[in-house]
């Protein structure tokens, strides 16, 4: 059974880091693609990041280019999104996202297969 849980998220202020952990089970990330989503209340689940198992790609949404990074330690069977200078509209849900395509990254839900339960990031001004 593939599990994919989050971790790391909390209130935090305007301007702090945070970096959110991914650990899987069930399934290696070696050979899955990556992907972080977010979901604000209201607001459709988005892209923030993927890291493709092929070839090795990161793409960062450009809401978030230059603040977020993504990374993975295959490993540990763990992903991470680090996050910087965070703005109160980062507040969101954060999930983390699994696939075994292999083609280029997935940028919309529909093409992820694996979820977590996400984890709460709550920016204050």
């Known amino acids: 059974q593939v599990q994919l849980v989050e971790s790391g998220g909390r209130l935090v202020q305007a301007g702090d880091s945070l970096t959110l952990s991914c650990t899987a089970s069930g399934l290696i990330i070696e050979y899955n693609t990556l992907g972080w989503f977010r979901q604000a209340p209201g607001k459709e689940r988005e892209f923030v990041a993927s890291?493709?198992?092929?070839?090795?790609?990161?793409a960062i949404a450009d809401a978030v280019k230059g603040r977020f990074t993504i990374s993975r330690v295959n490993a540990k069977n763990k992903m991470y999104l680090q996050m910087y200078s965070l703005k109160p509209e980062d507040t969101a849900v954060y999930y983390c996202?699994?696939?075994?395509?292999?083609?280029?990254?997935?940028?919309?839900?529909?093409?992820?297969?694996?979820w977590g339960q996400g984890t709460q990031v709550t920016v204050s001004s």
């Open positions: 996202a699994a696939t075994g395509f292999r083609g280029p990254s997935p940028t919309q839900s529909a093409g992820f297969d694996y």
């Open positions: 890291s493709e198992w092929i070839g090795g790609n990161t």
